[in-house]
């Protein structure tokens, strides 16, 4: 069993709609959080960053961490066209080494 | 934005050539990596350092090496490449603290033909 499960999708939304992505994972020891933006051809890019359980805001995106339910979720609203990558959660338990979800690749379509 | 370089972005090799693939920051992190990622898959840590003249093994098994003699460089090496390199190939950095956020260079799409 994978420490972080995460559906690869794809999923494909129109634009202005409400996308909610998902993961979960199996080892209670994370305590850091953290979504990734994945465009084509390019690295991934640090979307957001969550230390334990709650939510946190950034423009139109939420992260929410649940730690009793070992699952966390990203909310991106009023998506837009650009918004369309491969959105990757990860995971540290404070030994500065990431387990990542394989990715969910996301289109919006205008 | 992260200042984190890699070179070259694209490369195909024949099998049986040694390759080096570069990594470079301007950041001053201690702590870099490398990963691996097939298509669709995720992101496997193949290497890591902590600081200069430190490397570790990652999580998957890989028949390249690295080296860290500068802080700013972490070159990784195939001595000879074989088809089932193919692969893209991600280097990053974090901070010092122990936030675990990393940073990511563009990648190097490797094919050996």
């Known amino acids: 069993q994978k420490e972080v499960e995460q559906d690869p999708g794809p999923l494909s939304v129109p634009e202005g709609a409400i996308v909610s992505l998902n993961c979960t994972y199996s080892n209670s020891a994370f305590q850091y959080f953290m979504w990734y933006r994945q465009y084509s051809r390019k690295g991934p890019e640090l979307l957001m960053y969550t230390y334990s359980s709650g939510n946190k805001e950034d423009g139109r995106f939420t992260a929410q961490v649940d730690k009793s339910s070992k699952y966390i979720s990203l909310f991106i609203r009023d998506s837009q066209p650009s918004d369309s990558a491969t959105y990757l959660c990860a995971m540290d338990q404070g030994a500065q080494k990431l387990v990542f979800g394989q990715g969910t690749r996301l289109t919006i379509n205008p | 934005e992260a200042d984190i370089y890699q070179t070259p972005r694209y490369l195909v090799i024949g099998t049986g050539k040694k390759i080096t693939l570069e990594c470079s920051q301007t950041?001053?992190?201690?702590?870099m990596y490398w990963y691996q990622q097939d298509p669709g898959m995720e992101l496997h840590l193949i290497h890591y350092?902590?600081?200069?003249?430190?490397?570790e093994k990652g999580d998957l098994s890989s028949e390249s090496t690295v080296s860290r003699i500068r802080t700013e460089h972490f070159p990784l090496t195939l001595e000879s490449a074989r088809p089932s390199h193919t692969s893209q190939y991600l280097c990053?950095?974090?901070?010092?603290?122990?936030?675990?956020?990393?940073?990511f260079g563009p990648g190097t799409r490797l094919t050996v033909l």
């Open positions: 990053a950095s974090s901070v010092p603290t122990g936030r675990g956020e990393q940073f």
């Open positions: 950041m001053g992190h201690d702590k």
């Open positions: 350092s902590y600081g200069v003249n430190s490397t």
